[in-house]
């Protein structure tokens, strides 16, 4: 069956940095697209990046642009989340996602498989 396990969270103080990464195993992800999205306390789960496999194309979320990058190996069926410049306001759980949508998915319910978090803690 789809596994997609997230790594790389951790505590890390306002202005430094995280490298998340995301497994995906027991299929092909070549036509899917990859997403990030988290989860603070008491908040909904909102879209952060996704990337297309295939093509490599990248977006973003507005709260993120210019300090999260996105990017994937193919190969290795890994997708990771660079994060710089980060802000307590970064602190939450982060999901990893695989959508078989045809067009652009930013939103939860076109995901079709899920990771099962990894918490970034952002301390001032």
């Known amino acids: 069956q789809v596994q997609l396990v997230e790594s790389g969270g951790g505590l890390v103080q306002a202005g430094g940095s995280l490298r998340l990464s995301c497994a995906a195993s027991?299929?092909?992800?070549?036509?899917?697209?990859m997403g990030w999205f988290r989860q603070a306390p008491g908040k909904e789960r909102d879209f952060v990046s996704a990337?297309?496999?295939?093509?490599?194309?990248?977006y973003y979320a507005d709260s993120v642009k210019g300090r999260f990058t996105i990017s994937r190996d193919n190969g290795k069926n890994t997708v990771y989340l660079q994060m710089n410049s980060l802000k307590p306001e970064d602190t939450a759980v982060y999901y990893c996602?695989?959508?078989?949508?045809?067009?652009?998915?930013?939103?939860?319910?076109?995901?079709?498989?899920w990771g099962q978090g990894a918490q970034v803690t952002v301390s001032s």
């Open positions: 996602a695989a959508s078989k949508s045809i067009i652009l998915p930013t939103t939860r319910d076109r995901y079709n498989y």
């Open positions: 027991g299929g092909s992800f070549s036509s899917h697209t």
């Open positions: 990337i297309r496999w295939n093509s490599g194309n990248t």
